[in-house]
């Protein structure tokens, strides 16, 4: 009886750490993507830019880096966006706008 009952707590005590690893990976995921734009957070691009620069070092290889900056979308989401008292729709004006963009840039419609 004794043996019986150490391997059914053995296994639901695997079951409940394969559940754990389960979430614990899509809160990382989460905290890597912007669930409105998919783009990468500012905490995955750095996690980024550091291997990117590590392997640039490595390999004595030159490592280029482009931006984008959106004339005026600071003033439009000061304006609209990211103010949750100023709910237009289920978006912000300001993150529809950041949202078109990013549709537009990666080529959808």
């Not at 912007?34 to 905490?43: K, R, V």
């Not at 439009?76 to 950041?98: C, I, M, P, T, W």
Request: net charge positive; no cysteine.
């Amino acid at each position: 009886m004794r043996g019986l009952r150490k391997r059914e707590l053995r296994l639901r005590l695997a079951e409940t750490e394969t559940r754990l690893q389960a979430v614990h990976q899509e809160l990382a995921e989460r905290t890597l993507r912007d669930p409105l734009t998919g783009l990468h957070t500012p905490q995955a691009f750095i996690q980024r830019l550091d291997g990117e620069v590590e392997r640039s070092r490595r390999y004595g290889r030159p490592l280029s880096l482009a931006a984008l900056d959106v004339d005026g979308f600071g003033s439009l989401n000061r304006a609209h966006g990211r103010d949750e008292r100023v709910l237009v729709k289920s978006f912000f004006q300001g993150d529809e706008y950041l949202y078109r963009l990013v549709k537009a840039l990666s080529g959808g419609q």
